[in-house]
């Protein structure tokens, strides 16, 4: 059986394995399970991912320009688009292009875009979402199967893309979402959700590093021994109430809303908190690989500073180390509470049963997804908005009084939610 994963999640070498670490929290457990519902298939993907990935998880990297390159990507899927609908006409093939080749020897090809199925996508690069849907339809034309798997689609704006997204989002054989927003959402745009299935994120599934393994970072052995309650605290540039998420130089105003919400959550509670990072990086080849520190380091040091300047909430620790997602998820899963502005963190600590509040965006393009998760784990609850006065520190204080019963609570839902992940692809052999 020949499978082939593709999607907008289709991005440079590097970028979903060692950036955000939520990234790569799904990407495991993804092709497992793949592999685990076709145990015989050949799986190939034009997710860029690292050798030692490819040989652990028995997948095949193709070249990205397939799917997206940056280069003439428009002229060429148009150029496709047109080969396929002349196909549908005639029954026949004037001409051809590799990637039409390749989706004709798939007994299944996948679409995994995340929450990037959509106007987000075009964030990416230049007419991606377009350029994006002409390749599933080709695929849908030409491949045995196909599917959209694990999304979070929307939003749409009217007009552009739409009835063409309606009418590729219609043509797959199977679509599951990882959330319940999602479907809704859909419904509201006029998307025809009589084969979407509402379950949730394979990254419930991911597995963390082994308890011995994360001892010797500075700090993780006074979160595990200490007798004060920890609790790890984790934003990105999302959360913030300007955009753009990547702004650099940000004042100290900017950070008010999160330095507010630990201040008072101190005097209330004597705990020890830490601001972590949930993003890596790494040098731009040709120089050598390593993990670097990511985008939202920065963010966490800068409120470190903000909150050490002000002189009112005390016990403040910066996580300095770098750590792999293993590490990262170990970590997360040995602090008393979480709250998170990274919805993967979110989820890296509700599957660990650690009573968690969810940061919201602040600013457009907004995400449901993050509404979405929190719903599923039955936490909806927990998520606070930066934008609204005082809310950050209400649900992190409400949280902390009610972490005995949210604690109960996520020990009896988990298991339901990591069934609902692994359901994603158990249906897959519903349509193969």
């Known amino acids: 059986m020949n499978i ?11 970028r979903m394995e060692f950036g955000n670490i939520g990234n790569f929290y799904i990407m495991e457990p993804f092709f497992r399970e793949l592999h685990e519902s076709f145990p015989s298939a050949n799986v190939k993907t034009t997710f860029q991912m690292s050798e030692r990935f ?10 990205m320009s397939l799917y997206y390159g940056w280069d003439n990507d428009l002229e060429l899927a148009k150029k496709e688009l047109e080969i396929a609908n002349e196909y549908l006409k005639t029954a026949k093939l004037p001409e051809t292009t590799d990637y039409i080749e390749l989706v004709r020897k798939m007994d299944l090809v996948i679409d995994f875009s995340g929450d990037i199925w959509g106007d987000n996508a075009d ?29 979070s689609p929307g939003p749409f704006s009217e007009g552009k893309n739409l009835s ?18 999602s479907k809704e959402l859909l419904k509201s745009y006029g998307f025809d959700v009589s084969k979407t299935h509402s379950l949730t994120c394979p990254a419930f599934l991911f597995q963390p590093a082994d308890i011995n393994e994360i001892k010797h970072f500075h700090y993780v052995e006074q979160i595990l021994s200490n007798d004060r309650p920890s609790i790890g605290f984790l934003i990105c540039g999302w959360n913030f109430t300007e ?9 100290d105003d900017d950070y008010t809303i999160f330095a507010e919400a630990i201040e008072k959550f101190s005097k209330i509670v004597d705990a020890d908190i830490y601001l972590m990072s949930h993003s890596n990086g790494f040098p731009i080849p040709p120089k050598e690989f390593k993990l670097i520190h990511g985008r939202d380091y920065p963010l966490i040091k800068q409120l470190q500073l903000l909150l050490e300047r002000r002189g009112i909430a005390k016990n403040i620790y910066a996580l300095d180390e770098i750590y792999d997602a293993w590490q990262t998820k170990a970590i997360i899963g040995s602090f008393d509470m979480v709250v998170s502005g ?12 650690i009573p968690t509040v969810i940061v919201d965006y602040g600013h457009e393009p907004k995400a449901h997804k993050l509404k979405g998760f929190a719903d599923v784990a039955g936490q909806e609850n927990f998520v606070a908005q930066p934008d609204k006065e005082n809310d950050l520190y209400e649900k992190m204080i409400t949280a902390w009084e009610n972490r005995n019963y949210i604690k109960d609570s996520l020990i009896s839902k988990i298991p339901e939610v990591k069934k609902l992940a692994k359901k994603n692809f158990s249906l897959l052999k519903q349509i193969v």
Request: contains cysteine.
């Open 123 to 151: 964030l990416l690069g230049e007419d991606r979402f377009y350029v994006g849907l002409i390749k599933d339809y080709v695929a849908q034309i030409f491949a045995q199967k196909t599917a959209m798997i694990a999304g």
């Open 342 to 353: 990274r919805v993967h963190a979110a989820v890296a600590a509700m599957s660990q049963y």
């Open 164 to 181: 063409f997204a309606q009418k590729v989002y219609n043509s797959f054989d199977i679509v599951t979402n990882r959330e319940f927003l």
């Open 54 to 63: 490819c040989q652990d998880e028995d997948i095949e990297v193709i070249p």
């Open 243 to 251: 955009g753009p998420f990547n702004k650099e130089s940000r004042s």
């Open 4 to 14: 082939l994963v593709v999607g907008q999640c289709t991005l440079h070498w590097g």
